[in-house]
């Protein structure tokens, strides 16, 4: 047996000597968050920056409240009927999912990421899906088909406990470098600038609490990382925390919660990503500040549904700013466009940030 993202009861496990690199879709459950970019369009280059924001402890967010199997997995074969309320690991076709039909011109949807795949690659079959993905699916309006899954009957809100004590204790350590749950807008952006000036030690407690929040979903599925030779079995696989399947299920939860929030603003303000990586989403805008580019509504509130700037888990922070010229001399460097979300940080940013 090794380490994957296959449902840890599929009988491709079975196999002595099963390798990653050579399963295909409908052999493993392949549930991870953005690595998406595209070229910009002309419309795009005329703004003359690059925001980037990056959403607070985004996998923590997404696992509160989420619903996760509490006993043994229950293998469901013979089309079985998809039900939203069951976690687990569901082998369905995707690959008739087409949103242009759901939003018609409204949105223009080829500027936006896939919600069911990392890198935009649409579905071409048979796929394995957390159940959250699937769940987003049928919300779009779109009939699924399971040909087999594998689910857990007994549930329960397994990691809420963990994720109310993460946040309430980056809450309260932002708040002790100046950053508080009812600051908004530019006071927000402010208070976040000054705050790693603050104390130091306080905001390497920040990223620590951040690291643990990440560092906590990833353990989930614990890897060899050279330990152990493939073809031997893995100590990690016979924890009990060993549980890729929760793993799986907040990040699809993350992945297309984020979808979503793409989708509301496209649709409210013709606003497209043009590169995402994981949880850190890069638009065009005439300002070098998120308050350039971020939706509001009349009353100068964020619009409902889209990204909002603030400290709690879920909101969005300013992570930095370049220029359009600065992002196309990378591509022309690499010959290509790639991810550059990630290259987008406050000590390099054009504007005000974090």
Known sequence: MVECEVPDEHPVLKGKF?????????????????????????????NQFLVTVDINMSFAAAANGLTVGLNEPTHLTGNPTFDAALPGSWLVDLSHVDLA????????????????????????????????????????????APIEAYVRTQTGRYLDRWYKRL???????????????????QEFLDAMARSKQVDPTMALLATAIKA???????????????QVPYYEEYSALKRETWRPDIRAAVLATQRVGLHRKL???????????????????????????????????????????????GISPGMVKHQGTQTVLWAEQQFEERGGVFNIANSIKTDQSAGEGE
Not at 169 to 175: G, K, L, Q, W
Not at 212 to 226: F, M, P, V, Y
Not at 269 to 292: M, N, Q
């Open 18 to 46: 099963a390798r990653h690199h050579m399963r295909t879709p409908s052999e493993m459950l392949m549930e991870e968050p953005y690595d998406w970019c595209r070229p910009l369009t002309d419309e795009e280059c005329a």
């Open 101 to 144: 039909r759901v939003f018609g011109r409204t949105v223009d949807v080829s500027r936006l990421p896939s919600p069911f795949t990392p890198k935009d690659d649409r579905p071409t079959g048979p796929a394995w899906y957390a159940t959250p993905t699937v769940v987003y699916a049928v919300q779009l309006g779109f009939d699924v």
């Open 167 to 185: 946040r309430d204790a980056y809450i309260a350590t932002m708040a002790d470098m100046g950053v508080t749950t009812d600051l908004e807008g």
């Open 212 to 226: 643990t929040a990440k560092g906590g979903i990833g353990k989930l599925r614990q890897r060899s990382r050279g």
């Open 263 to 309: 989708l509301r603003t496209a649709a409210s303000a013709g606003l497209y990503p043009v590169t995402i990586g994981t949880d850190a989403i890069v638009h065009p805008s005439p300002g070098p500040s998120p308050l350039d580019v971020l939706p509001l509504t009349d009353e100068g509130k964020p619009v409902p549904g889209t990204f909002r700037l």
